[in-house]
């Protein structure tokens, strides 16, 4: 079995991080509440500077992966990507993060696992 908080309060928890350090947060979709899967729009200044979401790894832990590493993301593939997300997963989570250092929030959550 795996360690993990239950999907509403580590999307809270994101919120209260991002807020406590002068960001904005904004959850634009819920999803299960115990078990969602986590996806973040990270953003700096109204422009997109990452998409993470929160994966099951090969050893069964739970790690940040940068999707936007493969392939870049605007405001249209956003949007596009949430659509077919919630197509196949209507539990996941979507939060929107604007906030003053995303290269440095980016850095600190996917090292973090």
Same mark, same amino acid.
């Given at each position: 079995m795996t360690d993990r908080l239950p999907a509403r309060l580590e999307a809270a928890a994101i919120r209260?991080?991002?807020e406590s350090e002068g960001g904005f947060a904004t959850i634009i979709q819920r999803g299960d509440p115990d078990r969602g899967a986590i996806t973040l729009l990270v953003s700096e200044k109204g422009k997109i500077a990452a998409v993470l979401e929160r994966q099951l790894d090969a050893g069964f832990?739970?790690?940040w992966r940068d999707l936007s590493a493969d392939r870049p993301f605007d405001e249209a593939a956003w949007r596009d990507?949430?659509?077919?997300?919630?197509? $196949?997963?209507?539990?996941?989570? +979507?939060i929107e993060l604007d906030i003053a250092d995303a290269q440095r $929030?980016?850095?600190?959550?996917? +090292?973090l696992g």
């Open positions: 209260r991080r991002v832990a739970y790690r990507f949430l659509e077919k997300k919630r197509k $196949f997963d209507p539990d996941f989570w +979507a $929030f980016i850095a600190e959550t996917t +090292a």
